[in-house]
């Protein structure tokens, strides 16, 4: 499976972004999406995670309540909206898919995205 994830940018803090993560070849309803982000010097962390059937999210404490992942079955792509974002947010975010199970560990997926840069300026 080859995923692409899109929508980056430089936002000021308080802005939005719609983050999007696409596959070729794979219909992505028949996977469990997650979104993990890594910033300069630190290590690669959850995010987000939509279950195959769209029913189960999961969400990081740091952005519940300002970030919604979504599923858009007839585009095929899975969605990262994000808003009220922070300079703490500022990382490469990668999208991410498991053919097994929903869950918050980077291990549990298999095919991983290019990674799309997000900075939030103070």
């Known amino acids: 499976v080859q995923l692409q994830a899109s929508g980056g940018g430089l936002v000021q803090a308080g802005g939005s972004l719609r983050l999007s993560c696409a596959a070729s070849?794979?219909?992505?309803?028949?996977?469990?999406i997650g979104w993990f982000r890594q910033a300069p010097g630190k290590e690669r962390e959850f995010v987000a995670a939509?279950?195959?059937?769209?029913?189960?999210?999961y969400y990081a404490d740091s952005v519940k309540g300002r970030f919604t992942i979504s599923r858009d079955s007839a585009k095929n792509t899975v969605s990262l909206q994000m808003s009220s974002l922070r300079p703490e947010d500022t990382a490469v975010y990668y999208c991410?898919?498991?053919?097994?199970?929903?869950?918050?560990?980077?291990?549990?997926?298999?095919?991983w995205g290019q990674g799309t840069q997000v900075t939030v300026s103070s």
């Open positions: 939509i279950s195959r059937s769209g029913g189960t999210t």
């Open positions: 991410a898919a498991s053919r097994a199970v929903v869950s918050r560990i980077p291990i549990s997926y298999d095919s």
């Open positions: 070849g794979f219909t992505l309803d028949y996977l469990d």
